[in-house]
C-alpha cells in the first residue's frame, strides 16, 4: 500500500498531459463519459449522471491510487489552456503474483484519429514498465474494434489468441481478443 496522499506523477508527451484525476474533472470528463458511442466495446457503461463520474475521477481513482498503480490517468492536450481531461488511459494489476498488468484507455470522439491515444499509452506503458516493474503488460479488446486493435499494434503490442464467446456484456456473448507484450520486447521497441 502507498500513502493514502499518493498520485501517479504527471508525464508529458509532445502534445499531451498526463496527470492524476482529480475531482474538479468530473465536469468536464462527464461531456465525453457520457457519449454512448465511447462505451460501444467496454466494459463500463456510459455514464448517466454526474455522480457516475464523480465516482471514477474521486472514489474509483482514490482506491487506485492507494494501490500505487498509474490508473486512471486523465489525459490532457498541452494546447487547451484550461487543461480539461479528454480521456483516460491507465495500467492496473491484472495479476500482482504473476506480476501481469493490464492497459486500458479511451479517448473522447471529438479527438479521435489523430493518433492522441498512441501517444499517451506508449508513455503510461513506458513508465509502468519501469516503476511497477511488470514482467507483462496485457490488452484485451472486444472482437470488433478495429480502432483499438491498431492502437495495440501500433504499441507492439501482439496478440496471443481469442477467447471465444467468453464475455457476455448487454445479453451478447463476446469474444475478446487478448494482446501482450512482454517486458524485455518493450525495451527493444
Ligand atoms: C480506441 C480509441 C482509443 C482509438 O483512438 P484513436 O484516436 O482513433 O486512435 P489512433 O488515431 O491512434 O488510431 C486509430 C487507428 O485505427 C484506425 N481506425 C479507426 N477507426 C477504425 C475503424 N472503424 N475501422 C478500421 N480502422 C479504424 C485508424 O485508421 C488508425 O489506424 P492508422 O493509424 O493505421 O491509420 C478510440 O476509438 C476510443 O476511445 N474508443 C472508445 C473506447 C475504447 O474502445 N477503448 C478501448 C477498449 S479495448
Redesign the pocket.
Given at each position: 500500500m502507498m500513502p493514502t496522499d499518493w498520485r501517479p506523477p504527471t508525464l508529458e508527451t509532445n502534445r499531451l498531459v498526463i496527470r492524476a484525476f482529480g475531482e474538479a474533472d468530473a465536469e468536464p470528463l462527464f461531456a465525453h463519459a457520457s457519449n454512448p458511442?465511447?462505451?460501444?466495446?467496454?466494459?463500463w457503461e456510459y455514464h448517466k449522471t454526474i455522480a457516475d463520474t464523480l465516482n471514477f475521477v474521486r472514489d474509483y481513482a482514490h482506491c487506485r491510487y492507494i494501490e500505487g498503480v498509474p490508473e486512471p490517468y486523465a489525459v490532457v492536450l498541452k494546447a487547451d489552456p484550461a487543461q480539461k481531461p479528454i480521456?483516460a488511459v491507465g495500467c492496473f494489476w491484472a495479476s500482482q503474483p504473476n506480476r501481469t498488468m493490464e492497459l486500458?484507455?479511451?479517448?473522447?470522439?471529438p479527438?479521435?484519429?489523430?493518433?492522441?491515444?498512441?501517444?499517451a499509452c506508449q508513455e503510461v506503458v513506458r513508465y509502468s514498465f519501469t516503476m511497477c516493474g511488470p514482467e507483462r503488460m496485457q490488452?484485451?479488446?472486444?472482437a470488433g474494434?478495429?480502432?483499438?486493435?491498431?492502437?495495440?499494434?501500433?504499441l507492439g503490442f501482439r496478440l496471443e489468441g481469442t477467447l471465444r464467446s467468453s464475455l457476455y456484456r448487454r445479453g451478447i456473448f463476446e469474444d475478446v481478443m487478448c494482446f501482450s507484450v512482454l517486458r524485455g520486447e518493450y525495451e527493444r521497441c
Open positions: 458511442n465511447i462505451t460501444r466495446y467496454t466494459l480521456g486500458g484507455y479511451w479517448l473522447a470522439e479527438f479521435w484519429g489523430r493518433g492522441l491515444i498512441v501517444e490488452a484485451r479488446v472486444i474494434n478495429t480502432a483499438s486493435v491498431r492502437v495495440l499494434e501500433k
